[in-house]
């Protein structure tokens, strides 16, 4: 074998080497251009999600069925203003005194939402003699620890993020409306001007700059408490309203373990 | 001894297949966004980018720094835990342009709560508009920051 260096072998070795790694430096302009084009994003790095968990309970016996909690979170997140789509809304229960004559300790059950009670209620839906109790219940999404949203999404759209929050990716999310389907508390819809999944993210970019969520900061009556169960401050309101309250969830049967709680509960919320 | 020589339609079938997992390992190293597994099967960068949007509401807090005269008679009264925008409507804008005005609260605001209205507990003083004083605003009686004063 030739070891010797001839001038052609010496060229030709040369050429090689200077294509390998003119290859080399396109494919990575490549690459960075397909990632610019494709999955780069301008995302600021200033929150940390693992160091906080977000907790919201509600107080059914303070809410008062006024309706700002609804508007504020349409102004805050740009929910579209028609009558089918809610971030957060409030039912009303009317619960009828028992018929004459019948053994059951209370009669039938009306639930009313009209514009998701961003307008207020009608006063003239049953007659006053006719009803046994009637309260209203604010509704958001449930924060649950086995979210049935996250399981649906064919493309990892949804997420639980670390600090508690059930969170929608809108470039990922493709719209199919499987979690729509799959949420037992009816918390999510496909927004009709952007097409993709939308929910209660807790207003996201306030809680992160340590502001609370526009409906919280709107409730009249404290009936929405909200905390971050990571960083109590010292005379938490969740810590104390849970210590004296009795809470409860919605639908327990279900497995599906919500952090949003509820006090003064009555068992036919559903 | 012949020399093994792979059949050509094998040799078509392992070449299709490292071609395929060249361009889905290609695929996969250049579509996939830097931040995907930080937290979990998804974007981190998604939590960041809803993080960034700007809040309508600019709080209780930014309203006391030049409101502090009325944030402080509003803390004495029955309305203490409301909120200032709960009335005044999402005031950033106002917040950070106070050339731009909020608008004004009216008797409509009032009712929004003190509407007798089945469901609502007993501890929110309730009436209906035909029953009290009808003709007259709420404001010409009541002090909605301090609601237990009269003018």
Redesign the interface.
């Known amino acids: 074998m030739n070891t010797s260096l001839s001038r052609r072998r010496l060229l030709s070795t040369l050429g090689r080497a200077i294509a390998g790694v003119a290859t080399f430096s396109a494919a990575r302009v490549a690459k960075a251009a397909v990632q610019k084009g494709f999955v780069s994003s301008q995302a600021p790095k200033n929150y940390d999600p693992t160091k906080h968990r977000w907790q919201m309970v509600f107080d059914v016996d303070k809410c008062i069925g006024c309706g700002h909690c609804v508007d504020a979170c349409k102004t805050e997140n740009n929910v579209p203003r028609d009558q089918s789509h809610f971030r957060t809304w409030i039912e009303r229960y009317i619960i009828k005194k028992p018929a004459p004559g019948s053994d059951s300790p209370r009669g039938e059950v009306l639930v009313d939402s009209p514009n998701g009670g961003m307008n207020g209620f009608p006063d003239n839906l049953v007659p006053r003699e006719e009803i046994l109790k009637s309260f209203f219940v604010p509704k958001l999404c449930n924060l649950c620890e086995h979210s049935p949203c996250v399981q649906a999404c064919p493309v990892g759209a949804t997420f639980d993020s670390p600090d508690g929050a059930v969170l929608v990716d809108p470039n990922y999310c493709i719209g199919c409306g499987f979690c729509v389907q799959a949420c037992p508390y009816g918390c999510r819809f496909i927004n009709p001007d952007t097409r993709t999944a939308e929910k209660c993210t807790l207003c996201y970019h306030r809680i992160t700059r340590g502001l609370k969520p526009a409906c919280v900061e709107v409730c009249p009556t404290e009936a929405r408490i909200f905390g971050d169960l990571k960083n109590p401050v010292p005379d938490d309101p969740i810590q104390a309203f849970i210590q004296k309250n009795k809470v409860f969830t919605l639908k327990p049967h279900l497995g599906t373990e919500p952090r949003v709680l509820y006090a003064n509960l009555d068992k036919e919320v559903r | 001894m012949r020399r093994f020589k792979l059949p050509p339609q094998i040799l078509r079938l392992v070449l299709l297949t490292i071609a395929i997992v060249a361009s889905y390992s290609i695929a996969r ?7 995907f597994h930080e ?5 981190g ?13 600019a ?2 807090k930014a309203c006391a720094e030049c409101h502090d005269d009325e944030v402080h008679k509003l803390a004495k009264g029955e ?1 203490k ?3 200032c ?2 009335c005044h ?2 005031g950033q804008a106002h917040a950070d342009n106070p050339d731009i005005k909020l608008p004004k609260p009216s008797d409509k605001d009032c009712m ?2 003190h ?7 007993k501890f ?1 003083k309730q009436i209906t508009l035909k029953d009290h004083y009808t003709g007259h605003r709420c404001v010409e009686c009541h002090v909605p920051h301090q609601p237990s004063e009269v003018p």
């Open positions: 190293a250049w579509l996939t966004p830097a931040s937290y979990g099967w998804y974007r960068d998604a939590i960041r980018e809803l993080a960034s949007r700007t809040p309508q509401y709080g209780r309305h835990t409301i909120g925008e709960s409507s999402a929004g709560c509407q007798l209205l089945a469901g609502r507990p929110l």
